[in-house]
Protein backbone atom coordinates (compact mmCIF):
# COMPACT_ATOMS: atom_id res chain seq x y z
CA UNK A 1 0.00 0.00 0.00
CA UNK A 2 1.41 3.34 -0.57
CA UNK A 3 -0.28 6.58 0.60
CA UNK A 4 0.10 9.66 -1.07
CA UNK A 5 0.03 12.89 0.51
CA UNK A 6 -0.46 16.22 -0.91
CA UNK A 7 1.25 19.04 0.44
CA UNK A 8 2.73 22.42 0.15
CA UNK A 9 5.81 23.89 1.29
CA UNK A 10 5.25 26.22 4.51
CA UNK A 11 1.81 24.39 4.93
CA UNK A 12 1.74 23.70 8.77
CA UNK A 13 -1.01 21.87 8.30
CA UNK A 14 0.38 19.57 5.50
CA UNK A 15 2.99 18.83 8.13
CA UNK A 16 0.69 17.98 10.95
CA UNK A 17 -0.24 15.44 8.29
CA UNK A 18 3.05 14.40 7.41
CA UNK A 19 3.91 13.66 11.23
CA UNK A 20 0.48 11.69 11.93
CA UNK A 21 1.44 9.08 8.82
CA UNK A 22 5.39 9.13 10.47
CA UNK A 23 3.68 8.35 14.08
CA UNK A 24 1.36 5.83 12.55
CA UNK A 25 4.52 3.98 10.48
CA UNK A 26 2.58 3.87 6.82
CA UNK A 27 4.67 4.64 3.95
CA UNK A 28 3.75 7.57 2.08
CA UNK A 29 5.00 10.09 -0.85
CA UNK A 30 4.71 13.13 -0.53
CA UNK A 31 3.66 15.48 -3.62
CA UNK A 32 4.20 19.09 -3.06
CA UNK A 33 2.25 21.45 -5.41
CA UNK A 34 2.49 24.98 -5.33
CA UNK A 35 -0.28 28.11 -5.86
CA UNK A 36 -1.58 28.81 -8.10
CA UNK A 37 -1.48 24.72 -9.32
CA UNK A 38 -3.18 23.66 -6.05
CA UNK A 39 -6.30 23.57 -6.35
CA UNK A 40 -6.51 22.44 -10.11
CA UNK A 41 -4.19 19.89 -9.24
CA UNK A 42 -6.67 18.60 -6.78
CA UNK A 43 -9.80 18.64 -8.23
CA UNK A 44 -7.94 16.47 -11.12
CA UNK A 45 -6.87 13.78 -8.53
CA UNK A 46 -10.52 13.92 -7.63
CA UNK A 47 -10.87 15.39 -4.18
CA UNK A 48 -13.37 18.07 -3.64
CA UNK A 49 -11.84 20.68 -2.19
CA UNK A 50 -8.51 23.40 -3.31
CA UNK A 51 -6.60 23.14 -0.48
CA UNK A 52 -3.95 20.77 0.99
CA UNK A 53 -2.87 18.54 3.14
CA UNK A 54 -4.96 15.90 1.09
CA UNK A 55 -4.27 12.03 1.63
CA UNK A 56 -4.64 9.27 -0.68
CA UNK A 57 -4.87 5.96 0.70
CA UNK A 58 -5.77 2.76 -0.33
CA UNK A 59 -8.03 4.41 -3.31
CA UNK A 60 -9.82 6.88 -0.49
CA UNK A 61 -9.28 10.38 -0.59
CA UNK A 62 -9.42 12.28 2.63
CA UNK A 63 -8.87 16.49 2.83
CA UNK A 64 -8.37 18.59 5.46
CA UNK A 65 -5.92 17.80 8.77
CA UNK A 66 -8.47 16.98 10.72
CA UNK A 67 -10.64 14.60 8.70
CA UNK A 68 -6.80 12.75 7.98
CA UNK A 69 -6.28 12.59 11.73
CA UNK A 70 -9.80 10.62 11.95
CA UNK A 71 -9.18 8.32 9.17
CA UNK A 72 -5.78 7.14 10.19
CA UNK A 73 -7.11 6.33 13.35
CA UNK A 74 -9.87 4.12 11.48
CA UNK A 75 -6.75 2.87 8.44
CA UNK A 76 -4.36 1.61 11.54
CA UNK A 77 -6.04 2.14 14.45
CA UNK A 78 -2.33 1.41 16.63
CA UNK A 79 -0.75 3.49 17.48
CA UNK A 80 -3.70 5.81 18.48
CA UNK A 81 -3.43 9.08 17.20
CA UNK A 82 -6.97 10.03 19.32
CA UNK A 83 -6.78 8.69 23.46
CA UNK A 84 -9.25 5.93 24.03
CA UNK A 85 -10.67 7.67 26.97
CA UNK A 86 -13.95 10.31 25.67
CA UNK A 87 -12.63 13.10 27.99
CA UNK A 88 -9.32 13.24 26.82
CA UNK A 89 -10.18 12.48 23.42
CA UNK A 90 -12.58 15.49 23.16
CA UNK A 91 -9.85 17.18 24.82
CA UNK A 92 -7.55 16.76 21.75
CA UNK A 93 -10.49 17.17 19.47
CA UNK A 94 -10.65 20.64 20.79
CA UNK A 95 -7.10 21.24 20.93
CA UNK A 96 -7.25 20.31 17.08
CA UNK A 97 -10.27 22.52 16.42
CA UNK A 98 -8.45 25.25 18.40
CA UNK A 99 -5.24 24.69 15.66
CA UNK A 100 -7.57 24.65 12.90
CA UNK A 101 -9.43 27.52 13.78
CA UNK A 102 -7.31 29.75 15.83
CA UNK A 103 -3.40 29.32 15.28
CA UNK A 104 -3.53 28.03 11.65
CA UNK A 105 -4.92 31.47 10.96
CA UNK A 106 -2.97 33.76 12.77
CA UNK A 107 0.19 31.90 12.00
CA UNK A 108 -0.05 32.21 7.77
CA UNK A 109 3.03 33.24 6.08
CA UNK A 110 3.10 37.25 6.28
CA UNK A 111 2.01 37.58 9.48
CA UNK A 112 5.55 35.67 10.81
CA UNK A 113 8.58 37.59 9.81
CA UNK A 114 9.63 36.19 6.56
CA UNK A 115 13.22 36.04 7.86
CA UNK A 116 12.12 33.30 10.60
CA UNK A 117 10.33 31.63 7.57
CA UNK A 118 13.10 31.34 5.68
CA UNK A 119 15.25 30.65 8.26
CA UNK A 120 13.63 27.51 9.35
CA UNK A 121 13.81 26.55 5.64
CA UNK A 122 9.82 26.65 5.76
CA UNK A 123 9.43 28.24 1.65
CA UNK A 124 10.17 31.24 -0.62
CA UNK A 125 9.54 34.05 1.23
CA UNK A 126 8.48 35.96 -2.20
CA UNK A 127 5.92 33.21 -2.14
CA UNK A 128 5.22 33.77 0.89
CA UNK A 129 4.14 37.55 0.38
CA UNK A 130 2.67 37.51 -3.44
CA UNK A 131 -1.24 37.22 -3.16
CA UNK A 132 -2.20 34.41 -4.61
CA UNK A 133 -4.40 34.74 -8.22
CA UNK A 134 -6.70 31.85 -6.60
CA UNK A 135 -7.40 34.41 -2.96
CA UNK A 136 -5.58 31.49 -1.76
CA UNK A 137 -3.46 30.95 1.68
CA UNK A 138 -0.23 28.80 1.54
N1 LIG B 1 -7.85 23.99 8.12
C1 LIG B 1 -7.37 23.34 6.94
C2 LIG B 1 -6.42 24.30 6.27
C3 LIG B 1 -6.32 24.06 4.82
C4 LIG B 1 -5.54 25.19 4.17
O1 LIG B 1 -5.88 26.37 4.34
N2 LIG B 1 -4.49 24.83 3.45
C5 LIG B 1 -3.71 25.82 2.75
C6 LIG B 1 -2.25 25.53 3.02
S1 LIG B 1 -1.85 25.73 4.74
C7 LIG B 1 -3.96 25.72 1.25
O2 LIG B 1 -4.11 24.64 0.73
N3 LIG B 1 -4.00 26.86 0.57
C8 LIG B 1 -4.22 26.89 -0.85
C9 LIG B 1 -5.50 27.57 -1.22
O3 LIG B 1 -6.17 28.13 -0.32
O4 LIG B 1 -5.82 27.54 -2.41
C10 LIG B 1 -6.65 22.03 7.32
O5 LIG B 1 -6.18 21.92 8.46
O6 LIG B 1 -6.57 21.14 6.49
New binding site residues.
Partial sequence: MTATLYA?P?????I??ALMLERKEIEYETAWLL??F??PILRLRGFPR????ALRIDDRKI??????SVALDEHTPEPRLFPCDETLRRDVEQAERW???VL?PAA?PGVLPQEWVAEAGLGQPQAASEP?P?????
Fill in positions: MASHPSAALPTGRTVPQGSREIGDEQRSQGGTP
